[in-house]
Antibody, heavy 117, light 112 residues
Framework: AVQLVESGGGLVQPKESLKISCAASGFTFSNAAMYWVRQAPGKGLEWVARIRTKPNNYATYYADSVKGRFTISRDDSKSMVYLQMDNLKTEDTAMYYC????????WGQGVMVTVSS | DVVMTQTPPSLSVAIGQSVSISCKSSQSLVYSDGKTYLHWLLQSSGRSPKRLIYQVSNLDSGVPDRFSGTGSQKDFTLKISRVEAKDLGVYYCAQTTHFPYTFGAGTKLELK
C-alpha cells in the first residue's frame, strides 16, 4: 500500500528555518512528481511546491507566497522528499501535507508547523 | 491563477438523502492532452484529505458508486446518493490542469 509519512514539524520563531521530510513507499518513487500542500488552522488547502522527476531535470515550482523562501528537493535513492523553509513567517503556520501523483492521488497524514514568537 | 468557486459552503443532510456540490472554475480545465484534471477530495474530521474522484468522473479504488462526478470545461458537480454517516466531512474540488494548482474553498457536509 502507498504510504507517505511526514516528519520534522514543530514550533519555530519568525525568520527561523525548518526542514520537513516525507518518506514514501508502496510505489515507484523515482517516477512520481511530488508536492507539498498546506492547510492553515481552520482554513482550506493551498498548494505550496512541486518537484518533477529526473527525466524532467527535477524541475521545481513554487507558490508565489513561498517563492524565494522555500526549497523542495528529493532523494530518489531514499524515496524521500523535503521542504526546506527559510525566513518563516507567522502566516506559514499550517499543517503541511506531502502528496504524490499528478492528480493528488495520495496524501500523507501531515506535519504541523507553527511559527510564533 | 485559476479560481475554483465551490457551492454551497455547507450542507445539512439526513442519512439516506442525496446531495450535490457545485464547482466552477475561472478557466477551462481541459489540458493540452484533451483530459480534464478536475478532482474531488474528502477531508474527514481530523484527517488528511483523500481523493475520491479524479479527472471529473473516475472513482478511486474503494470509493462506493454512490459517488459520481460530472461536468466539463468550467462547470463540475459531485453528487452523493444515499448519504451515509461516513460521508460527512469537508469536500474540496481541485484542479491540476494549470499551475499553480488550486482548490475550492470546501463544502462542509454535516448531519441535519
Amino acid at each position: 500500500a502507498v504510504q507517505l509519512v511526514e516528519s520534522g514539524g514543530g514550533l519555530v520563531q519568525p525568520k527561523e528555518s525548518l526542514k520537513i521530510s516525507c518518506a514514501a513507499s508502496g510505489f515507484t518513487f523515482s517516477n512520481a512528481a511530488m508536492y507539498w500542500v498546506r492547510q492553515a488552522p481552520g482554513k482550506g488547502l493551498e498548494w505550496v511546491a512541486r518537484i518533477r522527476t529526473k527525466p524532467n531535470n527535477y524541475a521545481t515550482y513554487y507558490a508565489d507566497s513561498v517563492k524565494g523562501r522555500f526549497t523542495i528537493s528529493r532523494d530518489d535513492s531514499k524515496s524521500m522528499v523535503y521542504l526546506q523553509m527559510d525566513n518563516l513567517k507567522t502566516e506559514d503556520t499550517a499543517m503541511y501535507y506531502c502528496t504524490a501523483g499528478l492528480g493528488l492521488d495520495y496524501w500523507g497524514q501531515g506535519v504541523m508547523v507553527t511559527v510564533s514568537s | 491563477d485559476v479560481v475554483m468557486t465551490q457551492t454551497p459552503p455547507s450542507l445539512s443532510v439526513a442519512i439516506g438523502q442525496s446531495v450535490s456540490i457545485s464547482c466552477k472554475s475561472s478557466q477551462s480545465l481541459v489540458y493540452s492532452d484533451g483530459k480534464t484534471y478536475l478532482h474531488w477530495l474528502l477531508q474527514s474530521s481530523g484527517r488528511s484529505p483523500k481523493r475520491l474522484i479524479y479527472q471529473v468522473s473516475n472513482l478511486d479504488s474503494g470509493v462506493p458508486d454512490r459517488f459520481s462526478g460530472t461536468g466539463s470545461q468550467k462547470d463540475f458537480t459531485l453528487k452523493i446518493s444515499r448519504v451515509e454517516a461516513k460521508d460527512l466531512g469537508v469536500y474540496y474540488c481541485a484542479q491540476t490542469t494549470h499551475f499553480p494548482y488550486t482548490f475550492g474553498a470546501g463544502t462542509k457536509l454535516e448531519l441535519k
